[in-house]
């Protein structure tokens, strides 16, 4: 074998195993849910000016950096405390990602009564961080959040729980 071939041949051999780490390294992204371009799952967001009704069958409250592997967080709420995620009782539909304090407060204090009541509340761990986590196997709750149209820019959101 030439020289020059034994050197191409070290090359391909050093260039694979630098790529090997790389493979077996990437996480394993989900198969189904709606992706975004970045290939993580999409949410859906509260939007001010109309009526955002969600049935849920699971709430959570958690740091949004405990949900950023998995769903596309923004990069402007990757360092909040506190974000919930609502999950619709429509397997299909995205979750809500929940951010403003005005809907945050109202639901944590629903969520301790709905507890008290018999939902099933526990804590699990996702990417290091403690999550807590409301599930209802029945009598789900549909949450409806709103701004009125001609509110100012930073009015709180209203809240209603049926």
């Known amino acids: 074998m030439h020289y020059t071939a034994r050197v191409k041949n070290m090359n391909e051999i050093a260039l694979i195993i630098c790529l090997i780490p790389l493979f077996l390294a990437a996480k394993n992204k989900p198969v189904f849910g709606q992706m975004t371009l970045t290939g993580d799952l999409a949410l ?21 950096r405990a949900y950023s592997n998995q769903y596309n967080i923004p990069e402007y709420h990757i360092d909040k405390a506190v974000v919930a995620l609502l999950y619709p009782v429509d397997q299909w539909s995205n979750p809500v990602l929940v951010t403003q304090q005005s809907i945050l407060k109202p639901l ?21 961080a403690t999550v807590g986590r409301l599930t209802f196997s029945e ?14 820019q930073f009015a709180p959101y209203e809240v209603k729980f049926e």
Do not use: R, Y
């Open 108 to 128: 944590e204090a629903k969520c301790a009564e709905w507890e008290a009541a018999g939902a099933t509340a526990n804590t699990v761990k996702i990417d290091g």
């Open 44 to 64: 859906d967001w509260v939007k001010g000016g109309v009526e955002n009704v969600v049935k849920v069958s699971k709430i959570e409250f958690g740091s949004a």
């Open 139 to 152: 009598d789900e709750p549909t949450i409806t959040m709103f701004k009125h149209k001609k509110a100012a």
